[in-house]
C-alpha cells in the first residue's frame, strides 16, 4: 500500500482523494480497528460516509473548516476522517479542555461546524470511549490557510500557538513511518494507549495504522491486566505504543504472561528513566524503543531498538541540527498559523527549545531537556508561563509564581477574603485538570530578589511556604 | 471473602508513582494517578475494580480514594 504515498505531490494532496487513496482503502474485509468490536473497511468506509453526510448537512463544504472537541473513540476517528474527506480543515481540541478554554479557543479558530460528545459511555480508565456527538453549525469563517489539520500548543508566551499541518506533511510523515526500521509491519497490530487526538497517537497510529495495513488496537482499560490482554487476543506481533507512563504499568505487573506476540514497547513524550527502561527490559524481553516528536513536525528521530539510549537516529528525511546548544528541524515552511517570529522558524530552520547535541559523525541526537517553560504531564504538553498567567488573572489572587515541583506547584498571594480554596474552585473553570497546579502554597508575602523580581528558586519558594505552615 | 485497604497502603501505592516519598504525595489525586492506583490496587489484591464511572469520577483526593476502595474491597465476594 506504501507505494500511494507517491500521491504526496503537492497538487494531488490538495485533493480530498488522499483520504481514500491513502487511508482508507484495502480489502473490504480486512478488520483495521479493534476496540470493543471489529472494524473493517467495508464498515469504516461506510462510517466515514454516513458521517460525512451528517457535516455536509450541517453546513460543512470543501474548504470549509470544522472543530472536534471528542476524546478518543470512533466518532472522533470518523468525524476527523470525513471532514478531510469533504475537503475541509479539521481543527483539534483536546477533550479535558474546560468551557472557558474551549471557548476561548473556539472564538480564536472560528469553526463552520463543531462535533463535540453529547453522551459517553465508559470513562475514567478507558482508553477508548463510545460517544454519541452533536454536530452543531458555529458561526466561525472558512479555512483561512491550505493546512488540513489545525492544532493548539500550549504557548510559551501569552496565547496558545496554532500550528497549522498540511495534508502533504501528514503524508510525509506516514512516509517517514513506513522507512522507519522497527514501526509495526504490514499485518501486524498496534495496541495503541497514546491518544489519538495528539501526533503520536494519531499519525504514528491511526493513520501509519490505516496506511500500512497494521491492525489498530485499544485495550479496553488503561491498566496492566487489560494492556497484556490485547497483546494476547491476536496471534499477529503486536507494538505497544504509548507514554513512559505505561511502561511503569506494564513494568510494575507482579507476574505478566509470556507473550510470545509482545514485539515492542514504543514510548514518546519524554525521557524514560533508565530504571524503568531496564525494569520494563528485564521483565518482558522485548525492545523498549523510544521516538521524539513535536506537534509542529510529527516523528523527528527514534531508537525503536533501545540500542542508542538516550540517543535517537533522525527519521529519514528529517535534517536535525544542534545550534547554540538547541536542536533545529529543517522545514521548508513555518508550522505556525498567524505568527511571524523568528526565534520560532527562520530561514527553514525551525526552532524545537529543545536542548540537544547532533553528532556530526554519527547523525545520532540527544534531546536534554527544554529550554523553555514546557514541561509533560503523562505525555501531554503544558507551559507553566501559561498557567501562571492564568493563575495570575484571577481577581483572588495578587502574585504568582508557578513552577515545576516533582508536580505543578502554584506560589500565591491572595486578596482578602480569598483562601486557596476559592482560587482553586476558580482554577477547574479555567483550566484543564492536567494543567492545573496540584499544590497550591498561599504566602503573606512574596520572596523577592534585591532587585525586586519574584524568586522562582524552588527551595527559596519551598521554604517560604514551610514558614506559613510553622 | 473481604479484603481491606489503609490509608497509608494507598499512599505508599501513589509514591510509587515516580518514586516519591510518602508525605510528597499531594492530597489531590489526578487521573494519571488514580490510573495509577487501581493499576496497583488490581495486582496487589489480584481483583478487577469494576467501579461505575460515575464512583471513579467521585476520586479527586486521597481520603475519596481510601473510602472508595474500602468499600469495593470490603464488599462480600
Same mark, same amino acid.
Given at each position: 500500500?506504501?507505494?500511494?504515498?507517491?500521491?504526496?505531490?503537492?497538487?494531488?494532496?490538495?485533493?480530498?482523494?488522499?483520504?481514500?487513496?491513502?487511508?482508507?482503502?484495502?480489502?473490504?474485509?480486512?478488520?483495521?480497528?479493534?476496540?470493543?468490536?471489529?472494524?473493517?473497511?467495508?464498515?469504516?468506509?461506510?462510517?466515514?460516509?454516513? !458521517?460525512?453526510?451528517?457535516?455536509?448537512?450541517?453546513?460543512?463544504?470543501?474548504?470549509?473548516?470544522?472543530?472536534?472537541?471528542?476524546?478518543?473513540?470512533?466518532?472522533?476517528?470518523?468525524?476527523?476522517?470525513?471532514?478531510?474527506?469533504?475537503?475541509?480543515?479539521?481543527?483539534?481540541?483536546?477533550?479535558?479542555?474546560?468551557?472557558?478554554?474551549?471557548?476561548?479557543?473556539?472564538?480564536?479558530?472560528?469553526?463552520?461546524?463543531?462535533?463535540?460528545?453529547?453522551?459517553?459511555?465508559?470513562?475514567?480508565?478507558?482508553?477508548?470511549?463510545?460517544?454519541?456527538?452533536?454536530?452543531?453549525?458555529? &458561526?466561525?469563517?472558512?479555512?483561512? /490557510?491550505?493546512?488540513?489539520?489545525?492544532?493548539?500548543?500550549?504557548?510559551?508566551?501569552?496565547?496558545?500557538?496554532?500550528?497549522?499541518?498540511?495534508?502533504?506533511? %501528514?503524508?510525509?510523515?506516514?512516509?517517514?513511518?513506513?522507512?522507519?526500521?522497527?514501526? &509495526?509491519?504490514?499485518?501486524?497490530?498496534?495496541?495503541?494507549?497514546?491518544?489519538?487526538?495528539?501526533?503520536?497517537?494519531?499519525?504514528?497510529?491511526?493513520?501509519?495504522?490505516?496506511?500500512?495495513?497494521?491492525?489498530?488496537?485499544?485495550?479496553?482499560?488503561?491498566?496492566?491486566?487489560?494492556?497484556?490482554?490485547?497483546?494476547?487476543?491476536?496471534?499477529? &506481533?503486536?507494538?505497544?505504543?504509548?507514554?513512559?507512563?505505561?511502561?511503569? %504499568?506494564?513494568?510494575?505487573?507482579?507476574?505478566? &504472561?509470556?507473550?510470545?506476540?509482545?514485539?515492542?514497547?514504543?514510548?514518546?513524550?519524554?525521557?524514560?528513566?533508565?530504571? /524503568?527502561?531496564?525494569?520494563?527490559?528485564?521483565?518482558?524481553?522485548?525492545?523498549?524503543?523510544?521516538?521524539?516528536?513535536?506537534?509542529?513536525?510529527?516523528?523527528?528521530?527514534?531508537?525503536?531498538?533501545?540500542?542508542?539510549?538516550?540517543?535517537?537516529?533522525?527519521?529519514?528525511?528529517?535534517?536535525?541540527?544542534?545550534?547554540?546548544?538547541?536542536?533545529?528541524?529543517?522545514?521548508?515552511?513555518?508550522?505556525?498559523?498567524?505568527?511571524?517570529?523568528?526565534?520560532?522558524?527562520?530561514?527553514?530552520?525551525?526552532?524545537?527549545?529543545?536542548?540537544?547535541?547532533?553528532?556530526?559523525?554519527?547523525?545520532?541526537?540527544?534531546?536534554?531537556?527544554?529550554?523553555?517553560?514546557?514541561?509533560?504531564?503523562?505525555?501531554?504538553?503544558?507551559?507553566?508561563?501559561?498557567?501562571?498567567?492564568?493563575? !495570575?488573572?484571577?481577581?483572588?489572587?495578587?502574585?504568582?509564581?508557578?513552577?515545576?515541583?516533582?508536580?505543578?506547584?502554584?506560589?500565591?498571594?491572595?486578596?482578602?477574603?480569598?483562601?486557596?480554596? /476559592?482560587?482553586?474552585?476558580?482554577?477547574?473553570?479555567?483550566?484543564?485538570?492536567?494543567? !492545573?497546579?496540584?499544590?497550591?502554597?498561599?504566602?503573606?508575602?512574596?520572596?523577592?530578589?534585591?532587585?525586586?523580581?519574584?524568586?522562582?528558586? /524552588?527551595?527559596?519558594?519551598?521554604?517560604?511556604?514551610?514558614?506559613?505552615?510553622? | 471473602?473481604?479484603?481491606?485497604?489503609?490509608?497509608?497502603?494507598?499512599?505508599?501505592?501513589?509514591?510509587?508513582?515516580?518514586?516519591?516519598?510518602?508525605?510528597?504525595?499531594?492530597?489531590?489525586?489526578?487521573?494519571?494517578?488514580?490510573?495509577?492506583?487501581?493499576?496497583?490496587?488490581?495486582?496487589?489484591?489480584?481483583?478487577?475494580?469494576?467501579?461505575?464511572?460515575?464512583?471513579?469520577?467521585?476520586?479527586?483526593?486521597?481520603?475519596?480514594?481510601?473510602?472508595?476502595?474500602?468499600?469495593?474491597?470490603?464488599?462480600?465476594?
Amino acid at each position: 500500500m506504501t507505494q500511494n504515498l507517491s500521491a504526496s505531490e503537492p497538487g494531488l494532496v490538495a485533493s480530498p482523494d488522499w483520504v481514500d487513496e491513502i487511508l482508507l482503502s484495502g480489502a473490504d474485509t480486512e478488520v483495521c480497528l479493534c476496540s470493543d468490536q471489529p472494524v473493517d473497511r467495508r464498515t469504516l468506509r461506510q462510517l466515514v460516509s454516513q !458521517r460525512q453526510s451528517v457535516l455536509a448537512a450541517a453546513g460543512l463544504r470543501a474548504g470549509g473548516s470544522l472543530a472536534l472537541r471528542l476524546p478518543p473513540s470512533m466518532a472522533y476517528i470518523t468525524n476527523l476522517l470525513a471532514g478531510w474527506r469533504i475537503g475541509a480543515q479539521v481543527i483539534l481540541l483536546d477533550h479535558r479542555l474546560t468551557p472557558f478554554e474551549v471557548d476561548a479557543a473556539l472564538h480564536r479558530l472560528a469553526p463552520q461546524v463543531l462535533v463535540a460528545p453529547e453522551r459517553t459511555r465508559g470513562g475514567t480508565l478507558r482508553a477508548f470511549v463510545d460517544v454519541d456527538e452533536s454536530v452543531t453549525p458555529w &458561526p466561525g469563517r472558512p479555512a483561512m /490557510t491550505p493546512h488540513a489539520l489545525i492544532q493548539l500548543s500550549s504557548g510559551s508566551t501569552g496565547p496558545s500557538k496554532v500550528i497549522g499541518r498540511t495534508a502533504a506533511d %501528514l503524508i510525509a510523515e506516514i512516509g517517514r513511518y513506513t522507512r522507519i526500521d522497527g514501526v &509495526p509491519a504490514p499485518g501486524e497490530r498496534i495496541i495503541v494507549l497514546a491518544s489519538m487526538v495528539h501526533v503520536l497517537g494519531l499519525v504514528g497510529a491511526l493513520l501509519y495504522g490505516l496506511h500500512a495495513g497494521v491492525r489498530i488496537r485499544m485495550p479496553e482499560r488503561i491498566t496492566g491486566d487489560s494492556i497484556l490482554d490485547a497483546v494476547a487476543a491476536e496471534p499477529t &506481533p503486536a507494538t505497544v505504543l504509548g507514554v513512559p507512563f505505561h511502561i511503569g %504499568l506494564l513494568a510494575s505487573m507482579a507476574d505478566p &504472561p509470556v507473550l510470545p506476540q509482545l514485539k515492542r514497547m514504543t514510548t514518546g513524550g519524554e525521557l524514560v528513566p533508565a530504571a /524503568t527502561a531496564g525494569a520494563f527490559v528485564d521483565r518482558y524481553r522485548v525492545p523498549l524503543g523510544n521516538m521524539w516528536g513535536m506537534t509542529e513536525v510529527g516523528v523527528i528521530a527514534t531508537d525503536l531498538f533501545g540500542e542508542h539510549r538516550p540517543a535517537l537516529v533522525p527519521a529519514p528525511g528529517l535534517e536535525v541540527v544542534e545550534r547554540d546548544g538547541e536542536l533545529l528541524i529543517g522545514r521548508p515552511e513555518s508550522p505556525y498559523v498567524g505568527l511571524s517570529d523568528p526565534t520560532r522558524w527562520a530561514d527553514g530552520w525551525l526552532h524545537t527549545r529543545d536542548a540537544g547535541t547532533a553528532d556530526r559523525d554519527t547523525g545520532l541526537v540527544t534531546v536534554l531537556g527544554r529550554l523553555d517553560s514546557q514541561i509533560s504531564v503523562g505525555g501531554l504538553k503544558v507551559d507553566l508561563t501559561e498557567v501562571e498567567a492564568i493563575v !495570575r488573572t484571577l481577581p483572588d489572587v495578587a502574585e504568582a509564581v508557578v513552577l515545576y515541583d516533582d508536580a505543578i506547584t502554584a506560589y500565591v498571594t491572595l486578596t482578602p477574603p480569598a483562601t486557596a480554596a /476559592t482560587v482553586e474552585a476558580a482554577l477547574t473553570h479555567r483550566l484543564a485538570a492536567y494543567k !492545573r497546579p496540584r499544590r497550591l502554597h498561599v504566602l503573606e508575602q512574596m520572596p523577592r530578589t534585591t532587585t525586586g523580581k519574584l524568586v522562582r528558586d /524552588t527551595s527559596v519558594l519551598r521554604r517560604a511556604a514551610r514558614e506559613v505552615t510553622a | 471473602m473481604s479484603a481491606t485497604v489503609g490509608r497509608d497502603e494507598i499512599v505508599a501505592m501513589l509514591a510509587s508513582f515516580g518514586s516519591r516519598q510518602a508525605d510528597a504525595v499531594p492530597e489531590t489525586i489526578d487521573s494519571m494517578e488514580l490510573a495509577w492506583l487501581l493499576h496497583q490496587v488490581e495486582q496487589r489484591y489480584g481483583t478487577r475494580v469494576d467501579l461505575d464511572d460515575g464512583r471513579l469520577a467521585g476520586i479527586s483526593t486521597v481520603s475519596e480514594a481510601v473510602d472508595v476502595l474500602r468499600n469495593w474491597l470490603g464488599r462480600p465476594r
